[in-house]
C-alpha cells in the first residue's frame, strides 16, 4: 500500500517556474516508478512524465519536454516535478501515480495516485 500526497501548487505567471512534490508512504517506494499526470478543466487526463524506479530513466510528453523535470530522492521516499517557462495552458490539476510495473505512460498502469494539486498560470 502506497498513499500519495502532492504539494507545491499555486498561482504562477506564465514564463514563471513551480516545483511540485509527492511524498510517499510505505517503505517500499523505491520499487515502484512514478509518473506525473494532469487534468485540465473539460478535458481528459493525460500523461506528463515518468520517472523508473532508480531514477535512472525519464519520459515526457512532447507538450512539456524541454520545460519540466521529474526527479526523485528515495531516502526521502518523494518524487519532484520541476516546472519552468509555464504556460497558460499548463493550468490544471497535477497528480502524481506509482506503479509496481515499469515506467510507462499508459494511465491504467497505475495503481496508487495522489490527491491532486491545483496549477493555474496566468497570461
Known amino acids: 500500500q502506497v498513499t500519495l500526497v502532492e504539494s507545491g501548487g499555486g498561482l504562477v505567471q506564465a514564463g514563471g517556474s513551480l516545483r511540485l512534490a509527492c511524498s510517499a508512504s510505505?517503505?517500499?517506494?523505491?520499487?515502484?516508478?512514478m509518473g506525473w499526470f494532469r487534468q485540465a478543466p473539460g478535458k481528459e487526463r493525460e500523461f506528463v512524465g515518468r520517472?523508473?524506479?532508480?531514477?535512472?530513466?525519464?519520459y515526457y510528453a512532447d507538450s512539456v519536454k524541454g520545460r519540466f523535470t521529474i526527479s526523485r530522492d528515495n531516502a526521502k521516499n518523494t518524487v519532484y516535478l520541476q516546472m519552468n517557462s509555464l504556460k497558460p495552458e499548463d493550468t490544471a490539476v497535477y497528480y502524481c501515480?506509482?506503479?509496481?510495473?515499469?515506467?510507462?505512460?499508459?494511465?491504467?498502469?497505475?495503481?496508487?495516485w495522489g490527491q491532486g494539486t491545483q496549477v493555474t498560470v496566468s497570461s
Open positions: 501515480a506509482a506503479t509496481p510495473s515499469g515506467a510507462t505512460s499508459r494511465e491504467g498502469a497505475y495503481r496508487y
Open positions: 520517472i523508473s524506479w532508480s531514477g535512472g530513466s525519464t
Open positions: 510505505g517503505r517500499t517506494f523505491s520499487s515502484y516508478a
